[in-house]
């Protein structure tokens, strides 16, 4: 694959990708063995696996959080084996959005705070509250702006914490497992929300499932 077609086609790239852990005995094991990826840009992309098979942990390997013992991951044009942890983190900050299955969102803030708090973590200065009126439109909570976490529903908290991830406009966004704590209808208006911010925002959505329906709703679906 020649350099242009990665920076033009795709988010995130892997060529023999190695993650193994030592365990108690000494041994090896090997959860990622010499996986290549193409992932594309602007599109809902899956990874679905039984609980063990390796997908937080290869969605740790693409996001930084973790490292890997063999093989090379590039984020656009940026290696992760030539960087340092201040890069790295300088990368999560700038670069990508998180979205969790805890949801993470600060109690003692209100939608729009917490909103605000990623905007200033991501340095972004200019234009904040403009970005925040925006983002919430996105999500369908333009009315919650002023509710606190405790008086939203599970699926609107998850809501909230996608428009904080979304809203410095990154170019991936990470979600683990992100609708394994909703029931079926909130997470496939979740789903469906990822979908409709890869093909309108053009963010490259990498997202961690074990429900099958949903990954049907996959741009392109990983099986571990």
Same mark, same amino acid.
């Given at each position: ?16 990708? %190695? +993650?193994?852990? &030592? ?8 959860v990622?063995?010499? @996986?290549?990826? $193409? ?21 740790n ?7 890997f ?29 998180f ?8 109690p ?13 973590t991501?340095? %972004? +200065?200019?234009? &904040? ?11 369908? @909570?333009?009315? $919650? ?20 991830a ?35 925002e ?18 392109m679906?990983?099986?571990?």
């Amino acid at each position: 694959m020649h350099e242009q077609e990665t920076q033009t086609e795709y988010i995130v790239t892997t060529d023999g990708l %190695v +993650k193994s852990y &030592r365990l108690g005995d000494g041994s090896d094991l090997t959860v990622l063995d010499h @996986l290549d990826l $193409r992932l594309p840009k602007g599109k809902l992309i899956m990874i679905m696996g039984r609980s063990g098979s390796g997908k937080t942990t290869l969605i740790n390997v693409l996001s930084t959080l973790d490292d890997f013992n063999e093989g090379s991951v590039r984020l656009l044009d940026r290696e992760y084996s030539l960087m340092n942890p201040k890069e790295k983190e300088k990368l999560r900050r700038n670069q990508m959005g998180f979205v969790f299955q805890s949801v993470a969102l600060i109690p003692s803030m209100t939608a729009i705070e917490n909103i605000d708090f990623g905007l200033r973590t991501a340095g %972004v +200065k200019q234009g &904040r509250e403009e970005r925040i009126r925006e983002v919430l439109e996105v999500v369908g @909570l333009a009315e $919650r702006g002023n509710h606190y976490p405790v008086q939203l529903s599970g699926g609107e908290r998850q809501r909230i914490a996608i428009a904080r991830a979304m809203a410095h406009r990154p170019p991936v966004l990470f979600a683990d497992e992100p609708t394994g704590a909703l029931d079926t209808e909130s997470g496939h208006h979740i789903a469906q929300l990822f979908k409709d911010l890869a093909e309108k925002e053009g963010i490259s959505i990498i997202m961690t499932t074990h429900d099958l329906k949903l990954a049907q709703m996959a741009d392109m679906l990983i099986r571990l």
